[in-house]
């Protein structure tokens, strides 16, 4: 439990990332069911089916932007160069990112929200 004692954003980051990655296996394999028993005349879609749609893609959102942050600070575009000398996690375009990161879900998650709605 020593991972948890110094929760940071990085570690925070690191944890959805996991989580979302197996939430999206999961989905792909109910998905895969779900449409075939919905071939068959087996199952109907339900209403509410939309609105877990929305949830989904916004996992997917975050699950993707996430990964390109990922690629970009192993790339070195989101650190400084010096990044042994000074914290990388503080770093202003790495900040950015974050930042924009959470702004790109939360709209996704209302834009689908939206677009069902509507």
């Given at each position: 439990?020593?991972?948890f004692s110094k929760l940071n954003i990085e570690r925070l980051l690191a944890?959805?990332?996991k989580i979302t990655g197996w939430t999206i296996l999961g989905y792909l394999i109910?998905?895969?069911?779900?449409?075939?028993?919905l071939a068959h005349g087996?199952?109907?879609?339900?209403e509410i089916f939309k609105y877990f749609l929305v949830l989904i893609g916004s996992i997917v959102v975050f699950h993707a932007?996430?990964?390109i942050r990922i690629i970009l600070i192993e790339t070195g575009h989101l650190i400084p160069?010096?990044?042994?000398e000074e914290p990388w996690i503080y770093y202003k375009p790495h900040r950015i990112y974050i930042w924009s990161?959470?702004?790109?879900t939360i709209?996704?998650?209302f834009i689908g929200l939206y677009l069902v709605i509507r």
């Open positions: 439990m020593i991972w944890l959805l990332h109910v998905h895969v069911i779900f449409v075939n028993r087996e199952l109907t879609e339900p932007m996430n990964g160069k010096h990044h042994m990161m959470i702004i790109v709209l996704s998650f």
